[in-house]
């Protein structure tokens, strides 16, 4: 269900590093807790955010959740393919990306779950 | 009971009296020292009874120059139109008058149509691409306006004209002086447009460029300037409008490529009062869409199929999104949005341009009335001819003096602008509209004529 490469939140984000990059989506479990997803609210390529802090939105058809960064680091990247398809997060969310970060503190990365610990949160 | 509107008995007091056990109403009031307590009666006239205070409350209403009667020529922000009668009858159906928040669309359906067609009126009216309905009035609008800018531009700054209602800017300001937000104020040209050179010095890193249209001074200005420089750097541009029949007549801000418009709605059928209820309205580009505050009603489908209309995209408002909402205001004028739809249905598509072509036409005459009448005074006008139903007239010795002479002569004549732009101080603003028959028209030209020779001397 989680794939292992990945890292997670208690939050239900989760962050693919290769690399000096990231790249960060919300998880299976998050979706699914959301509903129908139909807006993505993403910042621009260059903020820079600090692991913790809001690195956007996800607006469903019955709330608005934020998304918080795995990591600190610059926003380099941004997938444009879900500005209009948002309902591609429900349908693939481990393989809908929504911002690639470029790390400035990668040890932070041992902070987070792995696949296994996360699976018993989202249990 | 001792008190016709106090239903409370003696017997209602006494037991209550007894229930906290404390002896005499006088005796709640121990805490406050005696010396501050009042002894005796208040020094006010002994009671009347209601139909001596009915006729001695005419008396006094009938000491005001009413807005039904007198020969008014005031505007700046608050216009005088002809509503047809059926309005204020219709606006009185319990419908319409008692429902707070009647959003709920199983049982809603006309309220929200009703809203649903003001939302396409404004658009229509504005040339953008979606309203919300509403806010309180013209000067929370285009705040609201400037804030949305902000959350949409992630800048901080907002330009603003001023030539935009002094008013507005001051609830701008109040709006955002705790929030971080910096004001700049650009200044206008000797033709009462935006001052081009300021505009270009102050843009840079500015979330909006806010501009009036037409302006205060009642000028209709080219927005193109405007919305050109404002684009090129990467600032929104946001027109307030005052007087929405303007744009029956003038191109929309919308053909311009303004991002939002602002406006106040109370020229469309709510009648002129102290403090509103006004009629406040945002329409924007749908790129806003997401950042825009109020209530928004859209066209859904039920489970059957069937078209129905429902408050929508409510993921930007208090209720759901509490502190991090759109806006604080998560209400709506809604019945004063109502009489403004009503007074749009009712003009139509070609008597609403009717009624502004009328306007500008009284107006432009009164001018050449005025100036024929004073050819020989330093009356002139100060902004040229690019207006629609106002205009300044500047070169008056002593406008206080003219004003209450005007009064006198039964002319409720000219907002004197020197108390909000000092550099004004022998202009005043005119409004004509359709409500000022010809024979005032040319009795205030010879009025002013008049005045001015005798301020003069």
């Known amino acids: 269900m989680y794939p292992n490469d990945f890292k997670y939140t208690k939050d239900h984000e989760w962050v693919k590093v290769s690399g000096a990059e990231g790249q960060i989506g919300i998880t299976d479990y998050a979706q699914k807790q959301l509903g129908d997803i139909v807006y993505l609210d993403l910042p621009e390529p260059g903020k820079v955010v600090k692991q913790g802090q809001v690195l956007g939105t996800v607006e469903s058809v019955k709330a608005v959740s934020e998304i918080f960064s795995p990591v600190s680091g610059e926003v380099v990247r941004v997938n444009k393919d879900l500005a209009d398809k948002p309902e591609k997060v429900n349908a693939a969310p481990h393989e809908s990306w929504m911002v690639a970060v470029k790390l400035s503190n990668p040890a932070e990365v041992n902070t987070l779950l792995d696949a296994t610990q996360y699976a018993e949160l989202a249990k | ?457």
């Open chain 2, 1 to 457: 009971m001792t008190h016709r509107y106090i239903p409370n008995t003696g017997e209602d007091v006494r037991r209550m009296l007894a229930a906290i056990g404390v002896g005499s109403i006088d005796d709640l009031f121990e805490p406050v020292p005696s010396g501050v307590r009042l002894r005796g009666d208040l020094k006010i006239p002994a009671a009347m009874s209601e139909p001596d205070l009915m006729r001695h409350l005419q008396d006094l209403a009938c000491e005001n120059a009413d807005c039904g009667r007198a020969a008014v020529f005031l505007g700046a922000g608050v216009y005088r139109h002809f509503a047809p009668a059926f309005i204020d009858q219709m606006l009185l159906r319990s419908e319409f008058y008692t429902a707070y928040t009647p959003y709920q669309p199983e049982i809603a359906q006309g309220t929200l149509q009703a809203i649903f067609e003001f939302q396409t009126m404004v658009c229509q009216l504005t040339g953008m691409d979606l309203a919300n309905a509403s806010m309180y009035d013209g000067s929370t609008a285009t705040t609201e306006a400037a804030l949305m800018a902000t959350r949409l531009t992630h800048r901080d700054r907002v330009v603003v004209a001023r030539s935009v209602h002094p008013q507005y800017r001051q609830v701008l300001k109040t709006y955002t002086q705790n929030l971080g937000i910096s004001i700049v104020e650009i200044g206008y040209g000797p033709d009462g447009n935006v001052d081009g050179g300021a505009l270009a010095a102050a843009v840079g890193g500015a979330a909006a460029v806010v501009f009036q249209y037409p302006n205060y001074f009642g000028v209709v200005e080219d927005p193109r300037p405007i919305v050109a420089a404002a684009h090129e750097a990467g600032a929104l541009v946001v027109a307030a409008v005052t007087e929405p029949l303007a744009l029956a007549l003038v191109q929309p801000p919308g053909a311009f490529g303004v991002d939002v418009v602002a406006a106040e709605m109370q020229s469309f059928g709510i009648p002129p009062s102290y403090g509103g209820p006004y009629c406040g309205v945002i329409a924007a580009t749908e790129k806003c869409m997401r950042q825009m505050p109020g209530r928004l009603v859209g066209v859904a489908k039920d489970t059957q199929g069937r078209s129905g209309f429902v408050l929508t995209l409510s993921t930007r408002e208090q209720h759901i999104r509490r502190e991090k909402a759109t806006s604080n205001i998560c209400t709506n004028s809604g019945l004063m949005a109502l009489c403004a739809s009503m007074f749009m249905a009712a003009y139509g598509k070609r008597g609403l341009p009717a009624l502004a072509r009328l306007n500008f036409d009284k107006a432009h005459h009164a001018l050449q009335k005025i100036m024929a009448a004073a050819a020989t005074s330093s009356v002139r006008p100060r902004f040229g001819d690019r207006f629609f139903n106002e205009f300044v007239l500047g070169g008056f010795a002593d406008v206080e003096a003219v004003q209450k002479g005007l009064l006198e002569d039964g002319f409720v004549a000219g907002v004197p602008l020197g108390r909000d732009y000092p550099e004004l101080g022998d202009s005043m603003l005119l409004c004509v509209t359709e409500m000022n028959p010809a024979a005032q028209i040319e009795g205030l030209a010879s009025a002013i004529a008049n005045r001015a020779a005798t301020a003069r001397t």
